[in-house]
Every structure is written in structure tokens, then in C-alpha cells.
């Protein structure tokens, strides 16, 4: 199999007996160079969380579940190749932040692509998958977090057609800590 091939995967929502898998995954990607730009968490607190942690993670993702979505690449064989997750933020609350949520909105967290299918198009089938996932749940916009450092997580939001609002969102891992808001409106 060729990492460079479309259409070598199927997109699709994750079940919630999927457990095992979403815990691999999650703890690959927090084993990327980048992974202290893009997770708010670490490899070793990750790893120390009990199955049931990862149970009600899967769960709470899972195809049929509202407010939120868990979209993985499964590529021959099984293996998942990549994901992301849309939660949906209703208009009138506020989100994780602190900050006024003026209009339902998609937002993306958690993308991941193993490295050896970057800049194969799967990033874009995922976000793809997201966004109709977000627009049929009464999403207005999709935004996502980025940090200022993470060059790569930029261009590929930016290949997705998401651009920067001008928002800085404070973040409490440290002093001086914060990541840039991108934007996609429907």
C-alpha cells in the first residue's frame, strides 16, 4: 500500500466499543515532535488514565452521540491513519475559554494524521467529514485553536479553508501561553 494513494481509506465516525483504538491513537499522536504545540495534555498523563476514561471518551465521539463527533481514517486492514473531533458550542454559552459563544459553531480539536499520510489528502477528507458532520448539527461556523509556533497544523487548516479571526485565546498551561483562533464560516 502506498500512504500517497486517495481513496485508500474510508472516513467515517467512531463507534463506542472503538475504545481501545481511540487510546492508541491519541496516545500516538502525543508522541509527535509537535505534540507539546498542539495537545493540552501530555504522553505520560494520557497513558496513566483508566480504561473507563477512555470508554466515556469514545462514547461521548461516537456515531450517534449529539454534541459531539469523533471522525477517524481507516485504512486497510483496520488501522485508523488520522482523526479529528467536532464538538458542537452552542450560541448563548460559553466555551472552554471563557469566552461568548455568539453563534452555533463546530470546533475542531484533536486532529491528528499519522506521518506517513501527511500531505496525502486524508487532513482534508477529515475536515471534510467534520464540517458536514457540524453543518447538519446546526453549526453557523467551524473554528479551531492553533498554536502560533505550529507552522505545519497552519498550513494544514489553512489547505482546509480555515483562515485566522484575529482572536487570541489565553491558555493556563503558563505565563504567556496562547494559541491563535482559526475560522471556516459556512
Known sequence: ??????????????RAD???????????????????LAY???YDDAAARPDSFWQ?????????????QQIVAEGPGGLWL?????????????????????RTQGHVVGVFVRSEWRGSGLTKALF????????????????LIV?????????????????PSGRTVPLVVGPGDHELEFVLER
Open 1 to 14: 500500500m502506498s500512504a500517497s494513494v486517495p481513496g485508500d481509506y474510508v472516513i467515517r465516525s467512531i
Open 18 to 36: 472503538e475504545w481501545p483504538a481511540v487510546k492508541e491513537l491519541r496516545l500516538r499522536a502525543l508522541r509527535d515532535p509537535l505534540a507539546h
Open 40 to 42: 493540552l495534555e501530555t
Open 56 to 68: 466515556e471518551r469514545a462514547a461521548g465521539g461516537a456515531e450517534g452521540a449529539s454534541g459531539a
Open 82 to 102: 488520522g482523526t479529528l473531533t467536532v464538538l458542537v458550542e452552542e450560541a448563548g454559552t460559553t466555551d472552554w475559554a471563557g469566552f461568548p459563544v455568539a
Open 128 to 143: 471534510a467529514a467534520g464540517l458536514e458532520w457540524a453543518w447538519a448539527n446546526g453549526a453557523e461556523r467551524a473554528r
Open 147 to 163: 498554536h502560533p509556533d505550529n507552522a505545519r497544523a497552519q498550513g494544514a487548516y489553512r489547505n482546509a479553508g480555515f483562515v
